[in-house]
Nanobody, 119 residues
């Protein structure tokens, strides 16, 4: 099972970006999908996550500006980020809890996509 993230890039402060992440492989079902980020010299932190039923939770810093969504049929998760701040410059990683077709449960990480917010 693999996660492939894309959509990062350079954006000015106050701008927006939409990240996408696609899961592929021997997937039976996906429970929680989420986005994490790791800034320079910082620990990886949760940004937002969403269950297969659509329940969401956000880091306090992301509430009201970021929106996580998913397409269960396509095994994809998205993160729309508005009003971005320079301190949110980080590598953004997608994450998923996957039940494989041979009934193994895996926690899978994507390769990360760099978001740079300029001041």
């Amino acid at each position: 099972v693999q996660l492939q993230a894309c959509g990062g890039g350079l954006v000015q402060a106050g701008g927006s970006l939409r990240l996408s992440c696609a899961a592929s492989g021997s997937i039976y079902s996906i429970n929680v999908m989420g986005w994490y980020r790791q800034g320079p010299g910082k620990q990886r932190e949760l940004v937002a996550r969403i269950t297969s039923g659509g329940s969401t939770n956000y880091a306090d810093s992301a509430k009201d500006r970021f929106t996580i969504s998913r397409d269960n049929a396509k095994n994809m998760v998205y993160l729309l980020m508005n009003s971005l701040k320079p301190k949110e410059t980080a590598v953004y990683y997608c994450n998923a809890g996957v039940l494989t077709t041979d009934k193994r449960y895996l926690e899978v990480w994507g390769q990360g996509t760099l978001v740079t917010v300029s001041s």
